[in-house]
């Protein structure tokens, strides 16, 4: 079992900045996938960014250039530096960590920090 704590959410005004951190303990491997999504009331989650244990990072179209995800040099922790952040950026932030077990994908969720972004 895996367990995923974050910090970091709060509320700014539009063209602020944040940082959310996610740490990861339990039984983690050295192979994963650790990454941000969004949620908003109504609408499923949406990717953010992830990072890998390699050290390749995807992000969201809308994202790139004002947010960068980073693992700290670290296999338990990923940090999330949000610049520039637009109202639409408001929501709920969960930290996503996949592991694999054989051929089975695990997925582990933290609890979420409110992001809120004020025009």
């Known amino acids: 079992q895996v367990e995923l704590v974050e910090s970091g959410g709060g509320t700014v005004q539009s063209g602020g900045s944040l940082k959310l951190s996610c740490v990861a303990s339990?039984?983690?491997?050295?192979?994963?996938?650790m990454g941000w999504y969004r949620q908003v009331p109504g609408q499923s989650r949406e990717l953010a960014a992830t990072i890998r244990s390699n050290g390749d990072t995807t992000y969201c179209e809308s994202v790139k250039g004002r947010f960068t995800i980073s693992s700290a040099n670290t296999k338990d922790t990923v940090v999330l530096q949000l610049n520039n952040l637009k109202p639409e950026a408001t929501g709920v932030y969960y930290c996503?960590?996949?592991?694999?077990?054989?051929?089975?994908?695990?997925?582990?969720w933290g609890q979420g920090t409110q992001v809120t972004v004020s025009s």
């Open positions: 996503n960590r996949k592991q694999w077990a054989g051929k089975n994908t695990i997925n582990y």
């Open positions: 339990g039984s983690i491997h050295d192979a994963y996938i």
